[in-house]
């Protein structure tokens, strides 16, 4: 386990760091801040024209494969390990991700794939391809759905004392259900799914924020400040904090919004929109739905109730209604994440071969390690995701940068609507 943990900090050193904000931050300078300068243009593209359901229905997909419980455990993860001030780094990862995820967006759409095609597009071969297949499926099952099983298996356990097994094996079964039925039964149930559990969870923590409405501003102050604190302390352990909070903040962030992993690539390719840009501005709003929504009012409920946990701040505000409402937000946000990532990794077997045989292995495979990650050791398995999520950034940036051109062109153009 010790190895392991020395192997993510490796993962997620520096050089990963850099390559992450700079490449999103080279994108959102080269392109004019695209996500400030065309917000019109963005939301009338998306929330503007829901009636193109094949647009909103792959962007549904990526998002719920996104908003999982890493927006609750994982931000109460980010705050244990790195402070307050990690969340600070989790808003700044996240506005330079946006256009990140807007690039894997419009190259699925422009290229017709998941970023295994864009990325062999890029560099005229299929090593670096294969190599980001390899780490999608191995961190579908991790982060994609052995944590979120977990994290559905131990809160329903700790608060009505459900044996995680049961909500593993529900989740499995659910899973199954949908993945046997096809790609088309993964988005429909998305686009129905992922909107209802977002707004419910939402709106289930705005009652807690009003219950603690006080300390709400405090909260704030703690999250900018402390980002910044350890340097007012003097000394070489500060500049230990600091970067224990910024790497903790860009990849618990990067677990929840996934921008720069390439993974929503898979969901946006199925998309029938025409124009790249178009469903490059879903990109955008998956990020900000995800991580500057949602997660900073996960963060917000955790701070402003010092319980230090989503369920403490839920029973104070609610009681038993809370800890119901708790336990059945994890549950669906669990089971779109799950779903979401064996979506990608199908996508990902597929470019590998196509024999059938192997999709239904990695299914069969895949439904039972739900049932194993319900009780599994949660340490383990969060060391084996940072790592491989770690590992599919690389390629996909690397093929970002490589095909960076047309992106910045592309956002340059007249725009088609």
């Not at 050193?13 to 392109?31: C, E, N, R």
């Not at 359901?53 to 455990?73: D, E």
């Not at 929503?264 to 490059?280: D, I, R």
């Not at 319980?307 to 104070?316: I, K, L, P």
């Amino acid at each position: 386990m010790h190895s392991l943990s020395y192997v993510s900090k490796i993962v997620w050193g520096p050089a990963l760091l850099l390559l992450v904000l700079g490449t999103g931050a080279f994108l959102t300078v080269s392109t004019g801040f695209f996500p400030l300068r065309k917000i019109g243009f963005i939301i009338k593209n998306t929330f503007g024209r829901m009636r193109n359901k094949s647009a909103f229905a792959a962007a549904a997909t990526a998002l719920g494969a996104t908003v999982g419980t890493g927006n609750i455990i994982g931000v109460a993860a980010a705050i244990a390990l790195g402070g307050p001030g990690a969340v600070f780094w989790m808003w700044c990862g996240a506005f330079l991700g946006m256009m990140l995820k807007f690039a894997e967006a419009a190259l699925a759409v422009r290229y017709k794939g998941s970023a295994a095609v864009y990325i062999e597009k890029a560099f005229g071969g299929k090593t670096l391809s294969v190599i980001w297949c390899a780490c999608c499926i191995l961190a579908s099952f991790g982060g994609g759905n052995m944590i979120q099983t977990n994290a559905a298996g131990t809160i329903w356990k700790d608060t009505f004392g459900v044996p995680p097994i049961a909500i593993g094996a529900a989740v499995a079964l659910l899973t199954a259900a949908v993945l046997f039925r096809g790609a088309k039964a993964v988005v429909n149930i998305s686009s129905l799914l992922v909107p209802f559990m977002a707004v419910l969870y939402v709106f289930g923590c705005i009652g807690v924020l009003f219950v603690f409405r006080q300390n709400i501003i405090p909260a704030f102050n703690s999250i900018v400040f402390s980002a910044f604190e350890p340097f007012a302390l003097g000394g070489g352990i500060t500049g230990i904090f600091v970067s224990e909070a910024l790497r903790t903040g860009i990849s618990k962030g990067t677990f929840t919004h996934e921008a720069g992993m390439g993974s929503a690539s898979a969901a946006h390719a199925e998309s029938k929109e025409k124009n790249p840009v178009v469903q490059g501005c879903w990109g955008i709003v998956e990020v900000f739905a995800d991580t500057i929504l949602v997660c900073t009012i996960t963060a917000l409920v955790i701070l402003s109730s010092k319980e230090n946990s989503c369920e403490g701040a839920f029973h104070f505000a609610y009681g038993f209604f809370g800890d119901a409402f708790l336990c059945i937000s994890m549950f669906l946000f669990a089971l779109a994440a799950v779903i979401g990532w064996a979506f990608y990794g199908e996508k990902a077997i597929g470019y590998m071969t196509e024999n059938p045989l192997a999709k239904n292995i990695y299914r069969a495979v895949f439904c039972f390690a739900a049932i194993i990650g319900s009780f599994a050791k949660l340490p383990f398995v969060w060391c084996i995701t940072d790592i491989f999520n770690g590992l599919m950034i690389f390629p996909n940036l690397a093929a970002i940068i490589a095909l960076s051109p047309e992106i910045i062109r592309i956002t340059k153009e007249k725009p088609a609507r």
